[in-house]
């Protein structure tokens, strides 16, 4: 072990006493910053992730979407079907319609699905709440559970729809065009005011004949939905348009992005604070050593050498305390809800906070990457955080360091 | 007929800024040869042994470390030498507070990256030839002055030095330490070899050196 090595362990962790006093604040304070930062991270990826998967599984890896209705639909959809990288394709329609139980309304989107192809793309059983989809093409119709509530509509009730298309009717004297269906399956997504239809019953209701607006595509897992999308649009016709999920949800995409980016920087500043002690404490301790430091030179050593022992002195302290920290912020993730409950409860509002934020199931995601990216950062402001004093030390002469009393 | 020195000194100025401390030093420290330099409070004694071991630059002359200019070199290079030429006894806060006895004493090794498993004997023997044995895992500010510059002494026997540099060693103890220190200091380097220079206000010490010095009026100046 080299001279300089040695000498700043030994600094760090005195024989006789285990460890100084300084060692052990800033070893401390560097791993609060760690902890906080990977915690706060972790739930923020959490929280994003969750968003993501839902989009996905909401909307399909890509959308395959035209201004205008889409009427070669059987071709288009063998064309999408072949294309490399795509595992099922769903075709789609939907319009905005009236929704009638007993004496309450409510205005879905409705979408029209052809469900045999859109079970393949998105997990419909994953969302389905009660009820299921053996009815579905004769039919039914599935709510989202918040409209379900709104019009007190529950699995087996008959709901009455009109479309745009039927009050036209309707107004030029024609035949009433009432449908009628039945609540086969009510689904929760959380965000997501849509109902589902046949599409051919919604073609009808609509007066849309053969069209429809679009496809929805599930890929080969592993496979980039912006590859493929980028790849689709270059065959096919202008004014149909191929978008990934995260093309076609940019501005949440951002959002969330700028959110985790501008928490991390502000948490930073605790890692910054406590490199900015460590920068102090050491600068105080080369004034105070002086005198040693003119000693190592008369023992062979170069001032450039006592400086390294600085530096070191900042990484060891940034290394074990990032340890530390990754390793209390892991375990804290662990028992996240426990402690959250056990903070709410605290704070007397674990009921309101449990209803209306289910804080009680805080998501918490982190990988390897994570974990290294904060570890290296925090070694290097740690590293930084030694250079201060080690550029101090490097300009002492040691004849006039021996002098110091 | 440098060969025979294994320090020397030809015309040394040193300067700071206007200010002289001395000049025209020529002298030179045989093999085994025990040296003194008196010379009042602020005289440059100091500043010639740091100019001596190159802790400090001369602002002109030469100076040669067993026949070889040292002047201009590189300074991890005369780093590394001085750990092989001079042993350095001061005379205080000699040794480092965060290690115990046994480790500072090996401290001087590691700087040399020498350090191997027949350090610990040889130092425990040094410790037992200042009647320090039992010593090793005593924290040193637990230490008395005498024992300190006793533990400073064998410190500096620990990388066979050719020369033992000691600048007012006994300066801060008592008579009776101060007796025993020093005839430890000359005794370890009769036993391993070494040359001793010797700065020191007691002319009692400086009567058993074989040659003394005196440093005054920026001029240093044999004494027969
Ligand atoms: N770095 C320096 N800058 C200016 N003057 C110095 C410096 N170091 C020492 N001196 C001066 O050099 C003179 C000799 O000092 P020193 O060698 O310590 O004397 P001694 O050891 O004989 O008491 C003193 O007058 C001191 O003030
Ligand atoms: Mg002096």
């Known amino acids: ?405 | 007929m440098n060969d025979d020195y294994i320090v020397k000194l030809g015309n040394v100025r040193k300067t700071f800024g206007d200010f002289m401390v001395f000049d025209d030093v020529s002298f030179g420290i045989k093999r085994r040869e025990t040296v003194s330099i008196c010379g009042d409070s602020g005289s440059g004694k100091t500043t010639l042994v740091n100019v001596i071991g190159l802790l400090e630059q001369p602002t002109h002359g030469r100076i040669f470390w067993n026949g070889k200019s040292v002047i201009n070199q590189k300074m991890s290079y005369v780093a590394k030498l001085r750990s092989e030429m001079f042993g350095y006894i001061f005379q205080r806060c000699n040794l480092i507070l965060e290690l115990n006895v046994i480790e500072n004493l090996l401290f001087p090794r590691r700087i040399a990256d020498k350090i191997d498993s027949g350090d610990v004997a040889f130092a425990k023997k040094l410790l037992n030839q200042v009647k320090l044995d039992g010593f090793e895992e005593r924290n040193v500010s637990t230490l008395s002055g005498g024992e300190r510059q006793r533990v400073a002494a064998i410190r500096a026997m620990m990388n066979n030095p050719r020369v033992i540099i000691a600048d007012e060693p006994t300066g801060s103890l008592d008579e009776k330490s101060a007796n025993l220190v020093m005839d430890m200091i000359i005794n370890l380097c009769d036993t391993y070899d070494s040359s001793l220079l010797l700065i020191t206000h007691n002319p009692r010490f400086a009567q058993k050196m074989q040659t003394a010095y005196v440093l005054s009026n920026c001029t240093l100046t044999r004494v027969e």
């Open chain 1, 1 to 405: 072990m080299k001279w300089y090595v040695y000498l700043a362990l030994k600094q760090l962790f005195p024989t006789g006493k285990r460890i100084s006093f300084f060692a052990a604040m800033s070893i401390v304070g560097v791993a609060l910053g760690v902890v906080v930062l990977f915690v706060v991270q972790s739930v923020m990826e959490g929280f994003q992730y969750n968003i993501k998967k839902m989009i996905v599984d909401t909307q399909g890896d890509v959308r395959v979407d035209s201004k205008h209705m889409i009427f070669d639909v059987d071709k288009l959809e063998d064309f999408l079907r072949n294309f490399p990288g795509v595992a099922a394709v769903a075709r789609y329609a939907y319009g905005m319609m009236m929704l009638k139980y007993d004496d309450r309304t409510g205005f879905p989107t409705i979408k029209g699905v052809d469900i045999e192809n859109e079970a393949k793309v998105i997990d419909l059983r994953k969302f389905i709440k009660q009820g299921n989809l053996e009815n579905f093409n004769c039919g039914g119709i599935v709510l989202n559970d918040e409209m379900a509530r709104s019009v007190g509509a529950t699995v087996g009730s008959s709901v009455e729809v009109f479309s745009p298309k039927i009050v036209e009717e309707t107004s030029s004297g024609e035949i009433i065009l009432q449908r009628t269906f039945d609540v086969s399956a009510i689904y929760e997504t959380g965000y997501q005011n849509v109902a589902m239809i046949a599409i051919d019953t919604l073609q009808d209701l609509y007066g849309l004949g053969e069209g429809v607006h679009g496809f929805s595509l599930r890929l080969v897992p592993g496979v980039m939905p912006e590859k493929v999308a980028f790849e689709l649009n270059k065959d096919l016709p202008k004014e149909i348009v191929a978008m990934s999920w995260q093309e076609m949800n940019k501005g949440l995409m951002f959002a969330l992005q700028t959110e985790k980016a501008m928490m991390s920087l502000v948490l930073m500043f605790v890692l910054l604070i406590a490199a900015f002690s460590i920068a102090g404490s050491l600068l105080a301790s080369v004034i105070r050593k002086t005198r040693e430091i003119g000693l190592f030179s008369a023992l062979g050593g170069t001032v450039w050498q006592c400086a390294m022992c600085f530096v070191l002195q900042g990484a060891i302290i940034g290394i074990i305390g990032s340890f530390i920290g990754i390793i209390v912020g892991m375990v804290t993730l662990k028992f996240r809800n426990i402690i959250m409950v056990g903070f709410l409860r605290l704070c007397g509002v674990e009921d309101f906070m449990m209803k209306f934020y289910s804080f009680a199931n805080m998501p918490s995601r982190y990988g390897k990457g994570d974990v290294l990216t904060l570890v290296a950062f925090a070694v290097f402001l740690c590293c930084l955080a030694g250079v201060l004093p080690a550029l101090k030390v490097a300009k002492i002469n040691p004849a006039e360091a021996l002098r110091n009393e």
